[in-house]
């Protein structure tokens, strides 16, 4: 199905061509009937001489009327320019082509229209040019009369090849219908319309409401007034809600696929056709069929933070426009950077936000935003509209390639440094790395262990270190305690049976190399006789036994092994008086 929005002036004959080409009136209200002057939007179909369909999203061209007229255009591909040969370029004419334009609509036709009134060769020159310098480039270009019928064969053909132009529309894509109406049926409940663009839409399907973000389930379908079961992009379409009131939605609101989207009120955008330092600080954001006041934050020469007064369900690349609603015009077209962007909170982060945008052109990639991110959730990249394409490194978890290096590096020299503190503690415990890289999840810690790095028990093990049993390594981590306060007072019987520490469990730390026998049970850090050595040189030299003993604050039963152990290690020498010295 042709989905197109009409464009132009107040009267220059929109409905009235739509009128002729499909024998529905599109103008839906008494009001709009009796003052000869669409308000709302109107829609109408008919068959094209390909058999496809056209549908007809009419606007009104009344200035008071714009923002209806963009609520209309929002979500649609393709426009239809009318504009009369008896009137020629006017006000609206030119507001229209400016809202298509930023919008980047970039498929449409020409129609000058009320041809049996005026010769139209001026205002056709005028309006091609006018067209040629948007978005729509140039199009093709019809004279038609409405009154007459002249031209409307001509008509219906330029519209089946302005069809074949459009790019096909993506089924399987997430849907995001913005509702244009809303009213109740007796019996059925809440109906909404809207056009759809992408995704298909089941009777029977779960959707989320935008604005609430609550689940909706679709009670009955309709495509241009006929029911269905299923519904094809693109299409007008009319879907049935359960379990929601009419007062709860309404235009501007948006029927989803249920996690792809994330509603947002904050926006980083670029700019076209307005200097950006120029702009009002609050406008209208039109996007979709949505209108929100938001605040503009400029941040580079084109580029702006928009603050959104509520949240919108928007994607990176989408198009929208800026209006100000008070003078009445549009300020400007927008491109959707950023869906979900940083903090301004330090100085200077506005000015290097601005350098960030400026990279940017709108079109979601996967690449850039890690490397801009670091790190981001898969979900989250989705619901920005960045297609993701490679494996995540743990979880949902997504990583630049060189950040993840960085990390997996500054892991290395957090383990060895935790070791060199901690020898006795059998690792470092994955929750105290994950603070100190500052991740989010302690699944990237774990993801981050490679070889020599070890995963023992919740703790990331140092190469070198030999792996104890777990119950070992707990009994050594509450050991490792009392030697922090005492490092050379040797644990006794009682305490290491309390720990659990028993023969053989001593045996295999000493293995280990996480024990340092001295004799029998009396045990020491592997550290220790180097922390002696350095106690004992601040000693007058040479030292008695029980000097040494009381520098070291230890007793008889540590203090004679060790110091033999020293002797043994040429790190102290015993004079024939049993003294003794540091040797240098
Ligand atoms: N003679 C002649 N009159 C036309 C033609 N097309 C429209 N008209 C007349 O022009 C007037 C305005 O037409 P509409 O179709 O209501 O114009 P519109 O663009 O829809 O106006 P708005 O919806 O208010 O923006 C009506 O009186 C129509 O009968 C035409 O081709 N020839
Ligand atoms: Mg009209």
Same mark, same amino acid.
């Given at each position: =199905?042709?989905?197109? &929005? *009409?464009?132009?002036?107040?009267?220059?004959?929109?409905?009235?061509?739509?009128?002729?080409?499909?024998g =529905?009136?599109?103008?839906r209200?008494?009001?709009?009937?009796?003052?000869?002057?669409?308000? @709302?939007?109107?829609?109408? +179909?008919?068959?094209?001489?390909s058999?496809?369909?056209?549908?007809?999203?009419?606007?009104?061209?009344?200035?008071?009327?714009?923002?209806? =007229?963009?609520?209309?255009?929002?979500?649609?591909?393709?426009?239809?320019?009318?504009?009369?040969? @008896?009137a020629?370029?006017?006000?609206?004419?030119?507001?229209?082509?400016?809202?298509?334009?930023?919008?980047?609509?970039?498929?449409?036709?020409?129609?000058?229209?009320?041809?049996?009134l &005026?010769d139209?060769?001026? *205002?056709?020159?005028?309006?091609?040019?006018?067209?040629?310098?948007?978005?729509?480039?140039?199009?093709?270009?019809?004279?038609?009369?409405?009154?007459?019928?002249?031209?409307?064969?001509?008509?219906?053909?330029?519209?089946?090849?302005?069809?074949?132009?459009?790019p &096909?529309?993506?089924p399987?894509g997430?849907?995001?219908? +913005?509702?244009?109406?809303?009213?109740?049926?007796?019996?059925?409940?809440?109906?909404?319309?809207?056009?759809?663009?992408?995704?298909?839409?089941?009777?029977?399907?779960?959707?989320?409401?935008?604005?609430?973000?609550?689940?909706?389930?679709?009670?009955?379908?309709?495509?241009?007034?006929?029911?269905?079961?299923?519904?094809?992009?693109?299409?007008?379409?009319?879907?049935?809600?359960?379990?929601?009131?009419?007062?709860?939605?309404?235009?501007?609101?948006?029927?989803?696929? %249920?996690?792809?989207?994330?509603? *947002?009120?904050?926006?980083?955008?670029?700019? !076209?056709?307005?200097?950006?330092a120029?702009?009002?600080?609050?406008?209208?954001?039109?996007?979709?069929?949505?209108?929100?006041?938001?605040?503009?934050?400029?941040?580079?020469?084109? *580029?702006?933070?928009?603050?959104?007064?509520? %949240?919108? %369900?928007?994607l990176?690349?989408?198009?929208?426009?800026?209006?100000?609603?008070?003078?009445?015009?549009?300020?400007?077209?927008?491109?959707?950077?950023?869906?979900?962007?940083? %903090?301004?909170?330090?100085?200077?982060?506005a000015?290097?936000?601005?350098?960030?945008?400026?990279?940017?052109?709108?079109?979601?990639?996967?690449?850039?935003e890690?490397?801009?991110?670091?790190?981001?959730?898969?979900?989250?990249?989705?619901?920005?509209?960045?297609?993701?394409?490679?494996?995540?490194?743990?979880?949902? +978890?997504?990583? @630049?390639?060189?950040?993840?290096?960085?990390?997996?590096?500054?892991? !290395?020299?957090?383990?060895?440094?935790?070791?060199?503190?901690?020898?006795?503690a059998?690792?470092?415990?994955?929750?105290q790395?994950?603070?100190?890289?500052?991740?989010?999840?302690?699944?990237?810690?774990?993801?981050?262990?490679?070889?020599?790095?070890?995963?023992?028990?919740?703790?990331?093990?140092?190469?070198?270190?030999?792996?104890?049993?777990?119950?070992?390594a707990?009994?050594? !981590?509450?050991?490792?305690?009392?030697? !922090?306060?005492?490092?050379f007072?040797?644990?006794?019987? @009682?305490?290491?049976?309390?720990?659990?520490?028993?023969?053989?469990?001593?045996?295999?730390?000493?293995?280990?190399?996480?024990l340092?026998?001295?004799?029998?049970?009396?045990?020491?850090?592997?550290?220790?006789p180097?922390? &002696?050595?350095?106690?004992?040189?601040?000693l007058?030299?040479?030292?008695?036994?029980?000097?040494?003993?009381?520098?070291?604050?230890?007793?008889?039963?540590?203090?004679?092994?060790?110091?033999?152990?020293?002797?043994?290690?040429?790190?102290?020498?015993?004079?024939?008086?049993?003294?003794?010295?540091?040797?240098?």
């Amino acid at each position: =199905m042709l989905v197109v &929005a *009409t464009a132009g002036h107040v009267d220059h004959g929109k409905s009235t061509l739509v009128r002729a080409l499909t024998g =529905m009136e599109p103008d839906r209200w008494a009001e709009e009937r009796r003052r000869g002057m669409t308000i @709302d939007l109107g829609f109408a +179909w008919t068959s094209l001489p390909s058999g496809r369909t056209v549908a007809f999203v009419d606007v009104p061209g009344h200035e008071r009327f714009v923002p209806n =007229m963009l609520a209309g255009v929002g979500p649609v591909p393709a426009a239809v320019v009318v504009v009369a040969a @008896d009137a020629g370029w006017m006000p609206q004419s030119a507001e229209h082509l400016a809202a298509l334009d930023a919008l980047g609509v970039g498929y449409g036709l020409l129609v000058v229209t009320r041809a049996d009134l &005026a010769d139209p060769a001026a *205002t056709l020159a005028r309006a091609r040019s006018e067209l040629a310098a948007t978005s729509l480039g140039e199009v093709e270009t019809v004279t038609v009369s409405a009154a007459t019928g002249a031209g409307l064969p001509d008509l219906r053909a330029a519209l089946d090849r302005l069809a074949d132009r459009l790019p &096909a529309p993506v089924p399987d894509g997430p849907v995001r219908l +913005w509702v244009d109406r809303c009213f109740t049926v007796r019996g059925s409940g809440t109906v909404v319309t809207g056009t759809l663009g992408a995704g298909r839409l089941r009777v029977g399907d779960e959707l989320e409401l935008a604005g609430a973000g609550e689940p909706v389930r679709i009670r009955g379908l309709h495509r241009l007034g006929a029911a269905c079961d299923e519904a094809m992009p693109v299409a007008r379409v009319a879907v049935n809600l359960r379990g929601v009131a009419r007062d709860r939605i309404g235009r501007g609101d948006a029927l989803l696929t %249920p996690g792809r989207f994330q509603p *947002t009120d904050l926006v980083d955008v670029r700019l !076209a056709g307005v200097a950006v330092a120029e702009l009002p600080v609050t406008l209208t954001l039109h996007v979709g069929s949505a209108a929100v006041p938001v605040r503009v934050r400029p941040l580079g020469g084109d *580029t702006a933070r928009l603050r959104l007064s509520r %949240p919108l %369900p928007l994607l990176i690349g989408d198009r929208a426009l800026l209006r100000d609603p008070g003078r009445r015009y549009v300020a400007g077209g927008v491109t959707v950077l950023d869906v979900r962007p940083p %903090p301004l909170a330090r100085r200077g982060a506005a000015a290097a936000r601005a350098v960030v945008l400026a990279t940017l052109d709108g079109r979601p990639e996967l690449a850039g935003e890690l490397s801009r991110r670091g790190l981001a959730r898969v979900g989250d990249l989705v619901r920005a509209g960045v297609p993701v394409t490679v494996v995540p490194v743990a979880g949902d +978890w997504l990583a @630049d390639p060189q950040h993840w290096r960085g990390l997996g590096d500054r892991l !290395a020299v957090a383990v060895a440094e935790h070791a060199r503190t901690h020898p006795l503690a059998p690792g470092a415990p994955v929750e105290q790395l994950r603070r100190h890289l500052d991740l989010p999840d302690r699944s990237l810690v774990e993801a981050l262990v490679k070889p020599p790095l070890r995963l023992v028990a919740g703790r990331v093990v140092a190469p070198g270190a030999a792996s104890l049993p777990e119950p070992v390594a707990r009994a050594l !981590a509450l050991v490792s305690e009392d030697y !922090a306060a005492h490092p050379f007072r040797a644990p006794d019987a @009682d305490r290491l049976a309390a720990v659990g520490l028993g023969t053989r469990e001593i045996g295999a730390a000493v293995r280990a190399g996480a024990l340092l026998r001295l004799t029998g049970n009396v045990l020491l850090l592997p550290g220790a006789p180097q922390q &002696a050595v350095r106690v004992l040189t601040g000693l007058p030299q040479p030292f008695t036994l029980s000097a040494a003993r009381q520098a070291l604050d230890t007793t008889r039963r540590v203090a004679v092994p060790l110091l033999e152990l020293l002797d043994q290690r040429g790190l102290t020498r015993r004079l024939p008086d049993d003294a003794r010295v540091v040797v240098d």
